[in-house]
């Protein structure tokens, strides 16, 4: 099984980042700040965890205001840097670890967390400037990273006890992995610090040494505290120490503190610390928890051509479904009936994603991993009925299937005001022509 070596948790202000790239090690005004990251990166360097938890935030560089989400896992197979505004840091991207990931995903919602799973957004300050001085980086990072990104920036945002609650579900989670993975928790974000409005400036280190205490102590203090309690004693930016209570929860009740440091050179209060916990994995747990996260599909293997869009799914083909969701882009269908080999080129699709396409091998599609509402898109555009796709997904003629319908003449697609040859909604016969339909063939 999969288990937990430990805890660490750093401040993630960009200025460690900076301090980084320019080199200034030997600044007196910097070099507290890689003094106090050392002990963290040899941990790392001893320990060798296979994976990083890495729990941020973005800040309005990945994720915006169109659709933001609480707790937000990522997924993917690797993540790059983030442009924060004059270009990207120079850094190579780091692995992702889909698996771990997804099942995370899996457990978690059991557990009755509504999360929302990204891949493919590049990765900000909030894990990259911790994760610089951490790691060693040249030509590739040693570990691969899970990210967890937390949505503290549009109120309202989760309570300080529902962060600590989601750190013991993801204990559960990690632990009940059946992989033997050595995997490491890291919490960024804070200490106090304000950068809005007249109170920018605001620092409150007695309170940071407070609660740094407080965090290796008694935990349940801080889960007790409201956000504008937070905002008062460590500022309204430095509330997002929330985020730490995940790290917090995901480790055994008693810990042990192997270092602790902090450094306030301007703006934000920055911490370092390693925690250890100190009990083993419950077998009884782990394995309730395991019948918990399957429970859920448990028996649909069952039901004959089911094929659920689980996040394993949606990983292996997120290149496909990308192109094929680009067809609500004017631009983007117009290249692709214009000249299709090159809108697949330009797309990087595998030559067997091509080839799906070009056959409008529907079912062949589906099994592949495109969700339905792909292939209706894909319809959409190419002229063909969704009932024509639902045929070909039973390997049936449109006749055969039709006859299965309560009204045989019912044809329909998603086509909108852009759509021109539906045959089928014109002609005799509702005809369509057999190289857009395909054959249902895998």
């Not at 956000?227 to 985020?243: I, P, Q």
Request: with cysteine; hydrophobic share 40%.
């Amino acid at each position: 099984m999969a288990r937990i070596i430990g805890g660490i948790a750093a401040s993630h202000t960009p200025t460690i980042g900076f301090a980084y790239d320019r080199n200034k090690r030997d600044d007196p005004v910097w070099s507290p700040i890689f003094h106090n990251f050392a002990p963290l990166a040899a941990w790392l360097a001893e320990k060798r965890p296979d994976v990083l938890v890495m729990i941020y935030n973005d800040h309005v560089s990945s994720f915006f205001f169109d659709h933001y989400s609480a707790f937000a896992l990522g997924v993917g197979p690797e993540w790059p840097v983030a442009d924060e505004g004059a270009g990207a840091r120079d850094l190579p991207p780091v692995r992702g670890h889909p698996q771990l990931a997804s099942y995370i995903g899996h457990s978690l919602m059991a557990d009755e967390f509504d999360m929302s799973f990204f891949q493919h957004r590049a990765l900000d300050h909030g894990c990259f400037s911790p994760l610089s001085v951490l790691c060693p980086h040249d030509p590739e990072w040693p570990v691969s990273i899970v990210p967890l990104q937390m949505g503290v920036l549009q109120f309202p945002i989760p309570t300080a006890r529902r962060f600590y609650k989601l750190g013991q579900a993801l204990r559960r989670a990690i632990e009940s992995y059946p992989d033997d993975l050595k995997v490491a928790i890291v919490a960024t974000g804070g200490l106090s610090h304000q950068v809005h409005g007249e109170r920018a400036g605001f620092n409150n280190p007695g309170w940071d040494e407070r609660f740094l205490d407080l965090f290796e102590r008694d935990p349940e203090q801080l889960a007790a505290m409201t956000t504008a309690e937070y905002a008062e004693l460590g500022g309204l930016e430095g509330a997002e120490v929330v985020m730490w209570l995940t790290m917090r929860g995901a480790l055994s009740a008693n810990v042990t503190c192997m270092h602790r440091s902090y450094y306030l050179p301007s703006m934000t209060g920055i911490a370092t610390a390693i925690y250890e916990g100190t009990d083993e994995p419950n077998p009884a747990i782990v394995e309730r928890q395991r019948r918990h996260v399957a429970s859920e599909l448990a028996g649909v293997e069952r039901l004959e051509g089911t094929y659920p869009f689980t996040l394993e799914r949606s990983v292996k083909a997120f290149r496909i479904n990308d192109y094929l969701h680009r067809m609500v882009e004017p631009n983007h269908r117009e290249a692709f009936l214009c000249d299709p080999e090159s809108s697949f080129e330009m797309a990087g699709l595998s030559e067997q994603e091509r080839d799906l396409i070009r056959r409008r091998d529907w079912r062949g599609m589906m099994h592949y991993g495109v969700i339905f509402f792909m292939l209706e898109k894909l319809g959409a555009v190419t002229g063909v009925s969704n009932l024509h796709i639902y045929a070909a997904m039973r390997g049936e003629t449109l006749e055969t299937f039709q006859r299965t319908r309560n009204a045989p003449g019912a044809l329909y697609s998603v086509a909108g005001k852009d759509a021109t040859h539906l045959g089928w909604d014109t002609l005799p016969g509702h005809s369509v022509r057999e190289q857009d339909v395909g054959a249902g063939r895998d």
